[in-house]
C-alpha cells in the first residue's frame, strides 16, 4: 500500500503540473477574446459616432477641419481596421486552449497597437474639429472625452496582452524544464518499482500445496 502510493503520489504531481498549464492556457485565451471584444466596442459603439458610413468602404468625417492631410489618413485608419476587427471577430470565434497562443497574442498585440494609433491621429483631429451651428464646442468636447476614454483603455489592452504573453511563456517554461521533467519521470518510475517489490514480496507469502485438498493446520518454527 505504501509503494501504491508513492505511484499515486508521483503521477498526481506530473498531472498537476499539466493541469496548471492547461489553466493558464485558458486564462490566456479569455484575456485575448476580452480584448477583441473591448477593441471592437471601442470602435462601433465610442468612436464611430464622428464618421458617417463608418462600416464602409469610404467613411465621411462629420466635423470640419483644415487638416487634410491628418484627415485623409484618418479616414483611411477606419477602413483597415473595418478589416482587422472582422479578422479578430473570426479567430476569436475559433480560439481554444489548443490554438497557436503565442502566435495570437502577438498578433493581437500588433492590431492593438494599430488601434492605438487611430485613436491618438483622431484624438488630434478632433483637437483640431472647427465648431459649427451643427457640432458645437460642446459636442466636440464629447467626442473628445470619448477618444480620451478609448485611449486609456486600449492601453490597458496592451498591458494585458503583455502580460498574457508572460503567463503563457511562465506556464511552458514550467511544463517543459528539463530537470523537473526528468525528476517527476525518475519518481514515477521509481514508485513504479517500489510496487512491483512490494507485489513481488507479497507473491513470496503465499504458500502453494502441489497437490488438491484441504489444509487442517501447518505447524511453522523460525529457521
Known sequence: MQAQGALEAAQAGVNKNDTLYTESKSSVVDKI?????????????????VFMNPTGEA????????????????????????IILKKQSARAAALTENSDLKTE????LEE??????????????????IPTQVYTQTVIDGYVTAASVAR???????????????????????AEKPNEVSASGAAIKQAQAGVAAAEANLENTIIRSPISGSLNSLPISLG
Do not use: C, H, M, W
Not at 477574446?33 to 459616432?49: E, F, T
Not at 468625417?61 to 473595418?82: M, T, Y
Open 105 to 108: 497574442i502577438q498578433t493581437a
Open 59 to 82: 467613411p465621411q468625417f462629420i466635423l470640419s477641419v483644415s487638416n487634410q492631410s491628418l484627415l485623409f489618413r484618418v479616414q483611411n485608419e477606419r477602413v483597415q481596421l473595418g
Open 152 to 174: 486609456t483603455t486600449v492601453s490597458a489592452s496592451l498591458a494585458s496582452l503583455s502580460g498574457a504573453s508572460q503567463t503563457l511563456t511562465s506556464g511552458q517554461t514550467q
Open 33 to 49: 477574446q476580452a480584448v477583441y471584444s473591448s477593441n471592437d466596442d471601442l470602435i462601433r459603439s465610442k468612436l464611430d459616432a
Open 112 to 129: 492593438t497597437r494599430i488601434l492605438k494609433t487611430y485613436i491618438d491621429d483622431l484624438s488630434t483631429l478632433l483637437n483640431a474639429a
